[in-house]
C-alpha cells in the first residue's frame, strides 16, 4: 500500500499521463468523437421503478397485452359553458386532430364515445358528439344523456356537466420513445390552440413522466454546476488560494468523468434515482481531496520554506492515504449493501456509485499528489503558526466533551431512543405524481382533473375462467355486477367500468329503451346475441373474443401508497368471494408501483442491516477489537437513528429517492469517525494520555471535517432548489443528516474516545518487536503474535541511548518494562560501592514487583541503546476491560516470572548464608532481575 | 350504393370482368372491370370466419348471405347467422337506398326486428376487422373522392394495377386513402392497404392467390383476411358453396320474413 501510495509523488508525470488517457476515454463514453452525439442518456421512464416480481408483472403484461394500455394521457377541458356549440365542435376538432398523430392509438372523447339510442323500434349507435346540437335545449338535452351514460357519466363528462376528458391511448412505445417523440409538447400545443376560453388542465402518466424526465434534465444540467460552484467557494475559503480549490476541483471533475464515462461505456442511461449519482461523486470527491490537499498544507506549515516539495507530498499521502483507503472501503460498504435492493433502479445506483467512490478514492490518492508534487509550494502556509477560530473552537469544544462525557454519551442514547420510536411513524410511498411538488402546474392539473372526472389513476381488475364464454353467462355477469357495486361504493373510487354495462345498456336498447330491460340479459343465448350486435372496439377493451376473460376498468383518485395498498388488500379480500371457476387478478401499473413500496422498504431494512454490519467488521479489524469497532459504530449509527427520526417526525415518506439516504450518510459519516480516530490514536500515544490527545485530535480533523460537512451540506442543499418534490426531499435531508453526523463527530466520538486507549490495525502492522516476541519475551508467553502486539500497544514503547539512566533505586515505580532490544545493567548502592547485580537483555521483565510496590529497589542503566516497553497499572488496567483473555495471561506471565524471581532470590539468601560475603553473578537465565 | 354493395364484396371480394385487362388499362376501364365481375342479379354463399383477439385467441363464426339487385337496380342483403348455436338465427338485413340504407337486425333471443341507424361507419361488423366502411370500400373500390393509378405491383408473383383511392371530405371517412391491387387477369382485389391520418397504414386486406375461384362469370377469392396493425388482431373468411344468379324470392329480403323465418 504505501509503495502505491508513494508512486504519485515519485512519477509524477507518468501518473498524470495515465489519469488523462483514461480521462479522455471516459469522456469518449460520454460523448461519442466520431459523431459527437452524446451517447449517456436521460431515460425517464419508470420501468426500473417497478418491482420485479415476476408473477405481478406477467400478469399485468398479459392484461395489457389483451387489453390495451391502462396509462391513457388525460387532457381536460372545463367552463361553465361547455356546452354550447362552438366549445362542443372544438372537442370534436380535437379529437381528430389528436388521433391524426403517428403516436396515438385512439382517443376517447365525446367526439368518439359511442352512445346507443333506442326510440321505439329504432336503435341510433352513434358518437355523443356525432351531430352537434344548437338549441339550448337540446344541447341541455345531450348533457343529460352523457350524464345518464353509466359508462361515461361522471368520467368523461364530470357531474357538473362542465368538465369533460380527452383520453389519448398511444400506440406500443416505450417511456423513453414517447418522451424522446415530444408527443407531450405537441399534445399541449393542439389543445392550447383549440381551447378557447376554456380551461385546459393535463395529466396522466405519460404526461407526468413527460414532466419528470424534462425536470430531470434541467436539474442535472443546473444542479452539479451549481455544486461545484459551492464546492469551489468553500475551498477558496478553506486554503485562501486558487490552487487550493482548483486542485480539488480537478479532482471531482475527472472522477465525474470516469464515473459517467464508465456507465455511458456500459450502455447504461441516467434515471430517475442515478441521476443523483454526479452529485454525490462531486460532494465525496471534494471530501477526500480535502483531505489531501489540507494534509500538505498542513505538512507545508510544519516544515517550512525550502521543504523539498515530493518529500511533502509523500509525507502526506503516507499520513492520509490509510484513512482515506479505509473511509473509501467504508463509504463503499454502505452503497454496496444498496446492490441487493429489490429494485433495479436503486440496485443500479448502487453499482454506479461504488464505482463511482472507487475512482474518487483512487484520483484523490493519484491525480492530487502528483499534481501537488509537480506545482510550487504553497507561498506561505495557511494559517500558518496562528491559531484559526476554528482551533480556538476545537479547543473549547474538546474540553467539554471531555469533562461532560458522560452526559454526552447519556443524551445521544436518549436521542438513540427517541428517534428508534418516531421511526415507527416513518410511511412508505411511491407514485410518478408524488415527485413534484404541490405548487407545481403538474401536480395541480392532476389535482384538478382528479376531483372533477373521477380520478386520474387507473388500475384493472382482471377475471379469468377456464369454461368456455364464461362472461355470457348470466350468474358469472351477476358476480361481476354484485362486484362492480361493491367496488363503486367504496370511497377511494370515482368510477368502475365493465362489460356488464355494456350489455346492460345494449339489452335495455334492444327493448326499445325499456328501462326495466337495463338489466343483465337472462339468458347466455341473450348475452352472445348483444355482444354480437355491440361488436366495437371499446367492447374489446373489456372482453376477449371467447368470452373467458373480462377486464374492469377502475378509476381512483387515490395516489398515495398507503391509501392505494389498502384498498388493493380490501378488493382481493372481496374477490376471495368469487366463484372458484373465476380467477380474478388486480393489476395495472399503478399497483405494480405500489408493490415496490413493500420492496423498498424491505431494501431499506436489508440494506441498512448489510452496510451497518459490514462496516461494524471493517472498524473491528481496524482497531483490533470488537468492543471497539461497537463503540466506533455507535457515533455513525445514531445519524441513521436521527434521519428516520426525521422521516417519522416530518411525514416526509420514504421513497425510491429517500430510502438511499440512509446507506449514503452512513457511508459518508464513518470517515469523519475514522479520521478523527485515526489522529486520536497517535496523539493518545504520544501524549500517553487521552485528555490532551482528545483536543489536539479534534484541533486537527476539526478543518478538514466541518469544511467537507459544509461542503456536503451545501451541495445537497442545492438540490432542494429542484422541481422535483422527490430530490428536493432528498437534499433537505442528507444535509440534515450529514449535519447532525456532523455535531456528533465533534461531540459524542471525542466523548467515546475520552475513556478508551485505541489499538488500531496498522499500528499492530506496523509494530516492531523482533523476531518472535511472543515466545522470546517472557512477559509475552503463549500469547499470539498479533496479541503480543496488542499487548505492547497497549503500553508505550520508548527508546534510550546508551549510558542513560533509566531509574534509580528508591524512584516512584509505576510501570514495569519489558527490555525489547538491547541491554539494561542493573545495580545498586552498598555502603558507597556500586555492586552490579545483573544484565538484563531482550525478552526481560525489569521490576516486575515495582507495579505493586511502588518503589525502585534497585538502579537502572542502559549499557547500548534500548527500547523498553513501559506496561503502567493503568494500562493493565485498561487491557483487562479491553483484551481479558490477553490480560489474564499476562498477569500468568508476570505471576510466573516474579515467582521465579523469588524462587531464585531464596536459592541466594540460602547460599549467603553459606558465605555471606560472596555475590554471585547472576545469570539473566535464572531470572534474578527481580531487583529493579 | 351502400352498405348492400359493401357486404356484397366482403361476401366476395371481386374484381372485374372474367377477360381481365391490360397492362396498359386507364382507370376507368379497370373499375369498368371490378364493376362488371360483380353477379348480375343474385348470389348466395356461406361465411366461415376466424376471428382473432391480440392474444391470439379465435373465434368462429359462420353466416349465410343472399345478396339480390333489384329492379329498381338498388340491392337488398341478408345476412344470417348459423353457428354458433347461441347466435344461431341473427340476422341482419341491409336495403339499400338512394341516400343511405336502412339497417335491421333480428336477435332471437331478442324476439323483434329493430332498425338500426349505425351513423358509425367505422364501426366494427359482428365483431371482425371488417368494419362498414372497409366493405363499402372494398366494394366499390372506386368510391367517392379521388382515384388515381400507382405504379404496377406484383402480389404472389401476379401483375396487379394499383388504384389509389381517396375518399371525399363529406364521406367522413376513417381513412386518408386506400390503395387497391387489382389482379390484372381477374380483376379480383387482392390486397387493399388502408391508411389512417398522415397516411400510416392502418389496416391490410389480403386476398389468398390461390383461393382465387369462379362462379359463372365472376371471379372471386374464397380466403381472404383483414388485418388490424394497430390493434394487431385479424379476421380470416373463407367463402364456400357460392351461388351465381340463382332465384332467391324477394320476400327473403323483408323485416316480416326475418320474423317468419326464425
Same mark, same amino acid.
Given at each position: 500500500?504505501?509503495?502505491?501510495?508513494?508512486?504519485?509523488?515519485?512519477?509524477?508525470?507518468?501518473?498524470?499521463?495515465?489519469?488523462?488517457?483514461?480521462?479522455?476515454?471516459?469522456?469518449?463514453?460520454?460523448?461519442?468523437?466520431?459523431?459527437?452525439?452524446?451517447?449517456?442518456?436521460?431515460?425517464?421512464?419508470?420501468?426500473?421503478?417497478?418491482?420485479?416480481?415476476?408473477?405481478?408483472?406477467?400478469?399485468?403484461?398479459?392484461?395489457?397485452?389483451?387489453?390495451?394500455?391502462?396509462?391513457?394521457?388525460?387532457?381536460?377541458?372545463?367552463?361553465?359553458?361547455?356546452?354550447?356549440?362552438?366549445?362542443?365542435?372544438?372537442?370534436?376538432?380535437?379529437?381528430?386532430?389528436?388521433?391524426?398523430?403517428?403516436?396515438?392509438?385512439?382517443?376517447?372523447?365525446?367526439?368518439?364515445?359511442?352512445?346507443?339510442?333506442?326510440?321505439?323500434?329504432?336503435?341510433?349507435?352513434?358518437?355523443?358528439?356525432?351531430?352537434?346540437?344548437?338549441?339550448?335545449?337540446?344541447?341541455?338535452?345531450?348533457?343529460?344523456?352523457?350524464?345518464?351514460?353509466?359508462?361515461?357519466?361522471?368520467?368523461?363528462?364530470?357531474?357538473?356537466?362542465?368538465?369533460?376528458?380527452?383520453?389519448?391511448?398511444?400506440?406500443?412505445?416505450?417511456?423513453?420513445?414517447?418522451?424522446?417523440?415530444?408527443?407531450?409538447?405537441?399534445?399541449?400545443?393542439? #389543445?392550447?390552440?383549440?381551447?378557447?376560453?376554456?380551461?385546459?388542465?393535463?395529466?396522466?402518466?405519460?404526461?407526468?413522466?413527460?414532466?419528470?424526465?424534462?425536470?430531470?434534465?434541467?436539474?442535472?444540467?443546473?444542479?452539479?454546476?451549481?455544486?461545484?460552484?459551492?464546492?469551489?467557494? +468553500?475551498?477558496?475559503?478553506? &486554503?485562501?488560494?486558487?490552487?487550493?480549490?482548483?486542485?480539488?476541483?480537478?479532482?471531482?471533475?475527472?472522477?465525474?468523468?470516469?464515473?459517467?464515462?464508465?456507465?455511458?461505456?456500459?450502455?447504461?442511461? =441516467?434515471?430517475? @434515482?442515478?441521476?443523483?449519482?454526479?452529485?454525490?461523486?462531486?460532494?465525496?470527491?471534494?471530501?477526500?481531496?480535502?483531505?489531501?490537499?489540507?494534509?500538505?498544507?498542513?505538512?507545508?506549515?510544519?516544515?517550512?520554506?525550502?521543504?523539498?516539495?515530493?518529500?511533502?507530498?509523500?509525507?502526506?499521502?503516507?499520513?492520509?492515504?490509510?484513512?482515506?483507503?479505509?473511509?473509501?472501503?467504508?463509504?463503499?460498504?454502505?452503497?454496496?449493501?444498496?446492490?441487493?435492493?429489490?429494485?433495479?433502479?436503486?440496485?443500479?445506483?448502487?453499482?454506479?456509485?461504488?464505482?463511482?467512490?472507487?475512482?474518487?478514492?483512487?484520483?484523490?490518492?493519484?491525480?492530487?499528489?502528483?499534481?501537488?508534487?509537480?506545482?510550487?509550494?504553497?507561498?506561505?502556509?495557511?494559517?500558518?503558526?496562528?491559531?484559526?477560530?476554528?482551533?480556538?473552537?476545537?479547543?473549547?469544544?474538546?474540553?467539554?466533551?471531555?469533562?461532560?462525557?458522560?452526559?454526552?454519551?447519556?443524551?445521544?442514547?436518549?436521542?438513540?431512543?427517541?428517534?428508534?420510536?418516531?421511526?415507527?411513524?416513518?410511511?412508505?410511498?411511491?407514485?410518478?405524481?408524488?415527485?413534484?411538488?404541490?405548487?407545481?402546474?403538474?401536480?395541480?392539473?392532476?389535482?384538478?382533473?382528479?376531483?372533477?372526472?373521477?380520478?386520474?389513476?387507473?388500475?384493472?381488475?382482471?377475471?379469468?375462467?377456464?369454461?368456455?364464454?364464461?362472461?355470457?353467462?348470466?350468474?358469472?355477469?351477476?358476480?361481476?355486477?354484485?362486484?362492480?357495486?361493491?367496488?363503486?361504493?367504496?370511497?377511494?373510487?370515482?368510477?368502475?367500468?365493465?362489460?356488464?354495462?355494456?350489455?346492460?345498456?345494449?339489452?335495455?336498447?334492444?327493448?326499445?329503451?325499456?328501462?326495466?330491460?337495463?338489466?343483465?340479459?337472462?339468458?347466455?343465448?341473450?348475452?352472445?346475441?348483444?355482444?354480437?350486435?355491440?361488436?366495437?372496439?371499446?367492447?374489446?377493451?373489456?372482453?376477449?373474443?371467447?368470452?373467458?376473460?373480462?377486464?374492469?376498468?377502475?378509476?381512483?383518485?387515490?395516489?398515495?401508497?398507503?391509501?392505494?395498498?389498502?384498498?388493493?388488500?380490501?378488493?382481493?379480500?372481496? =374477490? $376471495?368471494?368469487?366463484?372458484?371457476?373465476?380467477?380474478?387478478?388486480?393489476?395495472?401499473?399503478?399497483?405494480?408501483?405500489?408493490?415496490?413500496?413493500?420492496?423498498?422498504?424491505?431494501?431499506?431494512?436489508?440494506?441498512?442491516?448489510?452496510?451497518?454490519?459490514?462496516?461494524?467488521?471493517?472498524?473491528?479489524?481496524?482497531?483490533?477489537?470488537?468492543?471497539?469497532?461497537? @463503540?466506533?459504530?455507535?457515533?455513525?449509527?445514531?445519524?441513521?437513528?436521527?434521519?428516520?427520526?426525521?422521516?417519522?417526525?416530518?411525514?416526509?415518506?420514504?421513497?425510491?429517492?429517500?430510502?438511499?439516504?440512509?446507506? +449514503?450518510?452512513?457511508?459518508?459519516?464513518?470517515?469523519?469517525?475514522?479520521?478523527? &480516530?485515526? %489522529?486520536?490514536?497517535?496523539?493518545?500515544?504520544?501524549?500517553?494520555?487521552?485528555?490532551?490527545?482528545?483536543?489536539?485530535?479534534?484541533?486537527?480533523?476539526?478543518?478538514?471535517?466541518?469544511?467537507?460537512?459544509?461542503?456536503?451540506?451545501?451541495?445537497?442543499?442545492?438540490?432542494?432548489?429542484?422541481?422535483?418534490?422527490?430530490?428536493?426531499?432528498?437534499? +433537505?435531508?442528507?444535509?440534515?443528516?450529514?449535519?447532525?453526523?456532523?455535531?456528533?463527530?465533534?461531540?459524542?466520538?471525542?466523548?467515546?474516545?475520552?475513556?478508551?486507549?485505541?489499538?488500531?490495525?496498522?499500528?499492530? =502492522?506496523?509494530?516492531?518487536?523482533?523476531?518472535?516476541?511472543?515466545?522470546?519475551?517472557?512477559?509475552?508467553?503463549?500469547?499470539?503474535?498479533?496479541?503480543?502486539? /496488542?499487548? #505492547?500497544?497497549?503500553?508505550?514503547?520508548?527508546?534510550?541511548?546508551?549510558?542513560? $539512566?533509566?531509574?534509580?533505586?528508591?524512584?516512584?515505580?509505576?510501570?514495569?518494562?519489558?527490555?525489547?532490544?538491547?541491554?539494561?545493567?542493573?545495580?545498586? /548502592?552498598?555502603?558507597?560501592?556500586?555492586?552490579?547485580?545483573?544484565?538484563?537483555?531482550?525478552?526481560? /521483565?525489569?521490576?516486575?514487583?515495582?507495579?505493586?510496590?511502588?518503589?525502585?529497589?534497585?538502579?537502572?542503566?542502559?549499557?547500548?541503546?534500548?527500547?523498553?516497553?513501559?506496561?503502567?497499572?493503568?494500562?493493565?488496567?485498561?487491557?483487562?476491560?479491553?483484551?481479558?483473555?490477553?490480560?489474564?495471561?499476562?498477569?500468568?506471565?508476570?505471576? %510466573?516470572?516474579?515467582?521465579?524471581?523469588?524462587?531464585?532470590?531464596?536459592?541466594?539468601?540460602?547460599?549467603?548464608?553459606?558465605?555471606?560475603?560472596?555475590?554471585?553473578?547472576?545469570?539473566?537465565?535464572?531470572?534474578?532481575?527481580?531487583?529493579? | 350504393?351502400?352498405?348492400?354493395?359493401?357486404?356484397?364484396?366482403?361476401?366476395?371480394?371481386?374484381?372485374?370482368?372474367?377477360?381481365?385487362?391490360?397492362?396498359?388499362?386507364?382507370?376507368?376501364?379497370?373499375?369498368?372491370?371490378?364493376?362488371?365481375?360483380?353477379?348480375?342479379?343474385?348470389?348466395?354463399?356461406?361465411?366461415?370466419?376466424?376471428?382473432?383477439?391480440?392474444?391470439?385467441?379465435?373465434?368462429?363464426?359462420?353466416?349465410?348471405?343472399?345478396?339480390?339487385?333489384?329492379?329498381?337496380?338498388?340491392?337488398?342483403?341478408?345476412?344470417?347467422?348459423?353457428?354458433?348455436?347461441?347466435?344461431?338465427?341473427?340476422?341482419?338485413?341491409?336495403?339499400?337506398?338512394?341516400?343511405?340504407?336502412?339497417?335491421?337486425?333480428?336477435?332471437?333471443?331478442?324476439?323483434?326486428?329493430?332498425?338500426?341507424?349505425?351513423?358509425?361507419?367505422?364501426?366494427?361488423?359482428?365483431?371482425?376487422?371488417?368494419?362498414?366502411?372497409?366493405?363499402?370500400?372494398?366494394?366499390?373500390?372506386?368510391?367517392?373522392?379521388?382515384?388515381?393509378?400507382?405504379?404496377?405491383?406484383?402480389?404472389?408473383?401476379? *401483375?396487379?394495377?394499383?388504384?389509389?383511392?381517396?375518399?371525399?371530405?363529406?364521406?367522413?371517412?376513417?381513412?386518408? *386513402?386506400?390503395?387497391?391491387?387489382?389482379?390484372?387477369?381477374?380483376?379480383?382485389?387482392?390486397?387493399?392497404?388502408?391508411?389512417?391520418?398522415?397516411?400510416?397504414?392502418? *389496416?391490410?386486406?389480403?386476398?389468398?392467390?390461390?383461393?382465387?375461384?369462379?362462379?359463372?362469370?365472376?371471379?372471386?377469392?374464397?380466403?381472404?383476411?383483414?388485418?388490424?396493425?394497430?390493434?394487431?388482431?385479424?379476421?380470416?373468411?373463407?367463402?364456400?358453396?357460392?351461388?351465381?344468379?340463382? *332465384?332467391?324470392?324477394?320476400?327473403?329480403?323483408?323485416?316480416?320474413?326475418?320474423?317468419?323465418?326464425?
Amino acid at each position: 500500500m504505501s509503495r502505491f501510495l508513494a508512486i504519485a509523488s515519485k512519477y509524477p508525470v507518468a501518473v498524470l499521463t495515465v489519469v488523462f488517457l483514461l480521462t479522455a476515454i471516459a469522456l469518449c463514453g460520454i460523448v461519442d468523437p466520431k459523431t459527437g452525439a452524446v451517447r449517456l442518456e436521460i431515460d425517464p421512464s419508470a420501468d426500473r421503478l417497478l418491482t420485479e416480481d415476476h408473477d405481478a408483472r406477467e400478469v399485468y403484461d398479459r392484461i395489457r397485452n389483451l387489453f390495451g394500455s391502462d396509462e391513457p394521457l388525460v387532457l381536460a377541458l372545463a367552463g361553465a359553458e361547455l356546452f354550447r356549440a362552438e366549445n362542443l365542435e372544438r372537442i370534436v376538432r380535437l379529437t381528430e386532430q389528436l388521433e391524426a398523430l403517428p403516436e396515438v392509438h385512439h382517443v376517447l372523447s365525446l367526439a368518439t364515445a359511442t352512445n346507443i339510442k333506442a326510440e321505439d323500434d329504432l336503435i341510433e349507435i352513434a358518437p355523443f358528439l356525432d351531430e352537434i346540437p344548437r338549441s339550448p335545449a337540446e344541447l341541455a338535452d345531450l348533457r343529460a344523456t352523457v350524464l345518464a351514460n353509466p359508462i361515461y357519466g361522471g368520467s368523461l363528462l364530470s357531474k357538473d356537466g362542465q368538465s369533460t376528458a380527452l383520453l389519448v391511448y398511444f400506440n406500443r412505445l416505450s417511456d423513453k420513445e414517447l418522451i424522446r417523440s415530444g408527443i407531450d409538447r405537441r399534445i399541449r400545443a393542439l #389543445a392550447d390552440q383549440e381551447r378557447g376560453d376554456l380551461e385546459l388542465w393535463m395529466s396522466g402518466a405519460p404526461h407526468v413522466k413527460s414532466r419528470t424526465s424534462e425536470a430531470l434534465q434541467r436539474n442535472f444540467a443546473r444542479i452539479v454546476p451549481g455544486i461545484a460552484c459551492i464546492i469551489g467557494l +468553500m475551498l477558496v475559503a478553506a &486554503f485562501r488560494s486558487f490552487r487550493g480549490a482548483l486542485l480539488p476541483l480537478s479532482t471531482i471533475a475527472i472522477s465525474l468523468a470516469w464515473t459517467l464515462g464508465a456507465m455511458g461505456w456500459f450502455g447504461h442511461s =441516467l434515471n430517475l @434515482v442515478t441521476t443523483i449519482v454526479p452529485p454525490l461523486i462531486v460532494t465525496l470527491g471534494f471530501a477526500y481531496s480535502m483531505h489531501v490537499v489540507s494534509e500538505y498544507y498542513d505538512a507545508a506549515r510544519h516544515a517550512g520554506p525550502g521543504a523539498d516539495r515530493r518529500e511533502l507530498v509523500a509525507q502526506s499521502i503516507r499520513d492520509v492515504g490509510l484513512p482515506i483507503a479505509i473511509t473509501g472501503i467504508t463509504t463503499i460498504a454502505g452503497f454496496l449493501s444498496l446492490t441487493v435492493n429489490p429494485l433495479a433502479a436503486i440496485r443500479e445506483f448502487g453499482r454506479f456509485a461504488v464505482l463511482g467512490i472507487t475512482f474518487t478514492a483512487i484520483v484523490s490518492l493519484t491525480f492530487t499528489p502528483a499534481m501537488l508534487a509537480l506545482l510550487p509550494s504553497p507561498k506561505r502556509g495557511v494559517g500558518a503558526h496562528r491559531e484559526t477560530p476554528l482551533q480556538r473552537f476545537a479547543n473549547r469544544l474538546s474540553d467539554f466533551d471531555f469533562k461532560n462525557r458522560g452526559i454526552i454519551i447519556g443524551v445521544s442514547v436518549a436521542i438513540l431512543i427517541l428517534m428508534a420510536a418516531a421511526t415507527t411513524e416513518v410511511r412508505v410511498s411511491t407514485g410518478y405524481i408524488n415527485g413534484w411538488k404541490e405548487s407545481s402546474d403538474v401536480r395541480r392539473d392532476y389535482n384538478e382533473i382528479n376531483e372533477r372526472l373521477g380520478g386520474v389513476n387507473t388500475f384493472y381488475v382482471a377475471f379469468e375462467s377456464p369454461v368456455a364464454e364464461a362472461f355470457a353467462e348470466p350468474a358469472n355477469l351477476r358476480e361481476l355486477r354484485d362486484f362492480q357495486h361493491w367496488l363503486r361504493a367504496q370511497p377511494e373510487i370515482g368510477g368502475a367500468t365493465s362489460i356488464v354495462d355494456y350489455a346492460m345498456l345494449i339489452n335495455q336498447s334492444l327493448h326499445a329503451g325499456n328501462p326495466d330491460h337495463f338489466a343483465i340479459p337472462a339468458t347466455k343465448r341473450l348475452a352472445m346475441q348483444l355482444y354480437l350486435f355491440g361488436a366495437s372496439d371499446d367492447l374489446d377493451r373489456l372482453v376477449d373474443s371467447r368470452y373467458q376473460k373480462t377486464n374492469l376498468l377502475v378509476r381512483t383518485r387515490i395516489q398515495d401508497s398507503e391509501r392505494l395498498a389498502t384498498l388493493i388488500t380490501r378488493i382481493e379480500e372481496r =374477490l $376471495k368471494g368469487l366463484p372458484p371457476h373465476i380467477d380474478s387478478n388486480v393489476t395495472g401499473s399503478i399497483v405494480l408501483l405500489n408493490r415496490t413500496v413493500d420492496d423498498i422498504a424491505r431494501g431499506q431494512v436489508q440494506s441498512i442491516a448489510i452496510a451497518i454490519g459490514i462496516i461494524y467488521l471493517v472498524l473491528s479489524a481496524m482497531f483490533t477489537s470488537f468492543r471497539i469497532g461497537l @463503540v466506533a459504530l455507535f457515533p455513525n449509527v445514531l445519524p441513521i437513528a436521527i434521519y428516520f427520526g426525521a422521516l417519522g417526525l416530518s411525514g416526509v415518506t420514504l421513497n425510491p429517492a429517500t430510502s438511499l439516504i440512509a446507506c +449514503m450518510a452512513l457511508g459518508v459519516a464513518v470517515d469523519d469517525t475514522i479520521h478523527y &480516530f485515526a %489522529r486520536f490514536n497517535r496523539d493518545a500515544k504520544r501524549a500517553a494520555r487521552e485528555m490532551p490527545a482528545t483536543r489536539s485530535a479534534l484541533r486537527v480533523v476539526i478543518r478538514p471535517v466541518t469544511y467537507t460537512t459544509a461542503g456536503l451540506c451545501l451541495g445537497f442543499l442545492v438540490l432542494t432548489t429542484s422541481e422535483l418534490r422527490s430530490h428536493a426531499e432528498f437534499g +433537505m435531508l442528507a444535509a440534515l443528516t450529514l449535519g447532525a453526523a456532523w455535531l456528533i463527530d465533534v461531540t459524542l466520538t471525542p466523548a467515546l474516545c475520552a475513556s478508551v486507549r485505541i489499538v488500531t490495525l496498522w499500528d499492530v =502492522l506496523r509494530l516492531d518487536l523482533g523476531r518472535d516476541p511472543h515466545s522470546t519475551i517472557e512477559l509475552f508467553q503463549d500469547l499470539g503474535p498479533r496479541q503480543a502486539r /496488542v499487548v #505492547a500497544l497497549m503500553g508505550s514503547l520508548k527508546r534510550y541511548p546508551g549510558g542513560e $539512566k533509566l531509574f534509580s533505586e528508591g524512584d516512584d515505580a509505576h510501570d514495569i518494562a519489558v527490555v525489547i532490544d538491547g541491554e539494561v545493567g542493573i545495580s545498586f /548502592v552498598r555502603d558507597g560501592s556500586r555492586v552490579q547485580m545483573s544484565k538484563i537483555a531482550r525478552g526481560k /521483565v525489569v521490576g516486575p514487583s515495582a507495579m505493586a510496590s511502588g518503589r525502585r529497589t534497585a538502579d537502572a542503566d542502559a549499557l547500548t541503546d534500548i527500547r523498553l516497553l513501559h506496561i503502567t497499572a493503568e494500562d493493565m488496567v485498561r487491557l483487562r476491560h479491553r483484551y481479558p483473555r490477553i490480560a489474564a495471561q499476562v498477569y500468568r506471565n508476570l505471576n %510466573r516470572v516474579q515467582g521465579q524471581r523469588i524462587a531464585t532470590l531464596m536459592d541466594r539468601i540460602g547460599d549467603r548464608w553459606r558465605d555471606p560475603f560472596e555475590f554471585l553473578p547472576i545469570d539473566p537465565s535464572d531470572g534474578d532481575s527481580n531487583r529493579g | 350504393m351502400g352498405r348492400a354493395r359493401a357486404w356484397f364484396a366482403l361476401l366476395l371480394s371481386l374484381a372485374v370482368a372474367s377477360p381481365g385487362v391490360a397492362s396498359e388499362a386507364t382507370l376507368e376501364e379497370i373499375k369498368q372491370c371490378v364493376h362488371e365481375n360483380a353477379p348480375r342479379k343474385t348470389t348466395i354463399q356461406r361465411l366461415n370466419a376466424n376471428i382473432f383477439d391480440r392474444a391470439g385467441n379465435d373465434r368462429r363464426l359462420v353466416a349465410k348471405g343472399y345478396w339480390k339487385r333489384f329492379e329498381d337496380g338498388l340491392f337488398r342483403l341478408l345476412i344470417r347467422v348459423e353457428a354458433p348455436a347461441d347466435l344461431r338465427g341473427a340476422a341482419y338485413l341491409i336495403l339499400e337506398q338512394e341516400e343511405r340504407s336502412d339497417m335491421f337486425v333480428y336477435l332471437p333471443a331478442v324476439g323483434r326486428v329493430r332498425r338500426v341507424n349505425a351513423r358509425s361507419v367505422s364501426g366494427s361488423l359482428f365483431g371482425t376487422d371488417f368494419s362498414y366502411e372497409d366493405i363499402d370500400h372494398l366494394q366499390r373500390v372506386s368510391g367517392s373522392g379521388t382515384q388515381e393509378m400507382g405504379a404496377m405491383a406484383m402480389i404472389d408473383g401476379r *401483375k396487379a394495377h394499383v388504384l389509389i383511392n381517396r375518399p371525399s371530405e363529406e364521406y367522413g371517412s376513417a381513412y386518408s *386513402k386506400i390503395d387497391f391491387y387489382v389482379d390484372q387477369e381477374t380483376c379480383v382485389v387482392l390486397r387493399a392497404d388502408f391508411f389512417g391520418e398522415g397516411d400510416q397504414l392502418t *389496416k391490410q386486406m389480403v386476398a389468398k392467390t390461390e383461393s382465387l375461384d369462379r362462379a359463372g362469370h365472376t371471379w372471386y377469392a374464397r380466403e381472404i383476411s383483414m388485418t388490424d396493425l394497430k390493434d394487431q388482431t385479424h379476421t380470416e373468411v373463407l367463402a364456400e358453396d357460392v351461388e351465381v344468379d340463382v *332465384k332467391i324470392p324477394r320476400k327473403m329480403f323483408s323485416t316480416s320474413a326475418l320474423l317468419r323465418r326464425n
